[in-house]
């Protein structure tokens, strides 16, 4: 037995997964965009990963954009029976490397199609949603989802995805969201010193609804500027390295 299998495993969707996946963002170059220095390495990373039982991929085509996914393909394509690849839609990246709101029915056509196309596969087998907040800042931002989850919904009912979660969600939005479509999972910010969503975890557990965090080892810093990794989508796991000016790893006393 691996450490991995030490674990367990939960439910996600129709699939059964170790409780240790692999969260491919870092993956891509500084900041999350353009290539990483060593591709190779990359990929040796991923396949690795493999090699040790991991069976559950995180990603998004957003990181990079489309580096992650092509460099997953490349890595582990085509994929074993067991591996369960989740994606996101819901945000793109700007010239400038800035994450940006993409919710409109158009964008996240495109954006599955996009992870479709990068990722070498015919269906996804989950898709999160993953919600922007209304205004520039960090965690989750309420409002309705209505109109995006629909979109969501039509992709999936259209055959191009088989289960859909959310990502960076708040309690509100989760039940919304539920009383649309089929929930199966719910992809937040969470570990020992980031505690908010207890009460959500029990209630999506009773349900049957997995609930998969993000940055699970813990963070160290913040940032405000738009080339870094925690801006706008969460914290970062470690200062980015883009040396932009006003960003956390130029002017740390900005984090």
């Known amino acids: 037995m691996t450490n991995i299998d030490r674990s367990g495993t939960f439910k996600l969707g129709s699939r059964s997964v170790k409780r240790l996946g692999y969260g491919a963002m870092q993956l891509a170059g500084p ?100 919600i922007m907040p209304a205004t520039r800042g960090h965690g989750p931002g309420e409002g309705s989802i209505e109109a995006p989850l629909t979109a969501l919904a039509e992709l999936q009912r259209k055959g191009l995805v088989h289960h859909i979660g959310l990502s960076n969600a708040t ?17 937040n910010h969470y570990n020992l010193i980031h505690r908010d969503d207890e009460a959500m975890i029990d209630d999506l557990a009773r349900d049957g609804i997995a609930y998969v965090p993000f940055f699970p080892l813990g963070v160290s810093h913040r940032c405000n500027h738009p080339r870094c990794p925690a801006s706008p989508i969460g914290w970062a796991p470690r200062p980015c390295r883009s040396r932009s000016p ?9 984090c």
């Open 31 to 130: 900041g999350v965009f353009g290539p990483p220095k060593d591709p190779e390495a990359a990929r040796a990373v991923l396949r690795e990963a493999i090699a040790s039982g991991v069976d559950h991929i995180d990603t998004s085509d957003f990181y990079g954009p489309h580096v992650t996914n092509q460099i997953i393909r490349e890595a582990l394509h085509p994929y074993p029976d067991d591996l369960v690849i989740v994606t996101k839609i819901g945000a793109r990246r700007g010239p400038d490397a800035s994450w940006l709101p993409a919710s409109s029915p158009q964008a996240l056509t495109q954006a599955v199609h996009d992870n479709l196309r990068n990722l070498g596969l015919d269906v996804l087998d989950a898709v999160n949603l993953r």
């Open 171 to 187: 309690a509100t939005q989760v039940a919304e969201g539920r009383r649309i479509t089929e929930v199966v999972c719910v992809q």
């Open 246 to 254: 006003g960003c956390c790893s130029a002017r740390p006393t900005s």
